[in-house]
């Protein structure tokens, strides 16, 4: 599950044709990627599946995901597009409901959805969706995870695993109870999720914020991992 390993990921990006006007093409530990649309202006892109996610949220996280990587690159998403895609069976309240949540969702931080498919099809089991974001930003402005420098701090702005305890405690309730017990397993269900977007805009903004990331796949340590491989740093944390 997740990411490819490194070497497989650097061979499957490897057929992928050169252009001038991509400054930062697709590579490891980079979730978005950026090209230029005019002298002074980048466009920023990131795409992300959205699956295995618990019903509430399946929305939010849609849009979420690919807005908090546009966002750390210094950029705010503008427009998006979605896939929704289902097995034969999927009723279309349930392409309804879904949509209803990635509308809430994009319309908080104001992101317009451009275009978009859905459908279904033999072979898939379960929802899937995908999103894909953009947003332009000025060429003085762009954060990349590959900007990290010596004697940099590491900051991290949100609890840590908070968005897997939450997930664990939705999907797999009778479990999360044994292991947290039934109070923290209520407390965790009750817990609005949060994106990092509104804090890596206005990071992106301070004098000294050299590489972003966020924590999905592999967490804290995958991520740090992959900004200081893209840095061509080393880091320690206590």
Known sequence: MGK?????????????RKDNRVVVSPQLGFDAGVHLIDNDKYLVVSTDPCLGVPEEWFGWFLINYVASDVALFGAKTEFCTINLLGAPTTKPKVFHKAMK????????????IVTGH??????ISRMVGVCTGYGHINKNKLITP???????????IKPIGLET???????????????FGKKRTTELKC????SCVKEALLLADIKGVH???DATEGGLTAAIN???EASKVGFRVE
């Open 146 to 156: 590959g900007g990290a420098k010596p004697k940099d701090q590491i900051l991290c």
């Open 226 to 228: 992959e900004m200081a």
């Open 211 to 213: 590489a972003m990331h």
């Open 101 to 112: 949540q990635a509308c809430d969702a994009a319309n908080e931080p104001g992101i317009t």
């Open 165 to 179: 305890a939450v997930n664990f405690a939705l999907t797999q309730e009778a479990l999360a109870k044994k292991l």
């Open 4 to 16: 490819l390993p490194p070497e497989d990921l650097k061979k499957l990006l490897s057929c992928i």
């Open 191 to 194: 817990v609005t999720l949060q």
């Open 118 to 123: 859905t459908g279904t099809y033999n072979g």
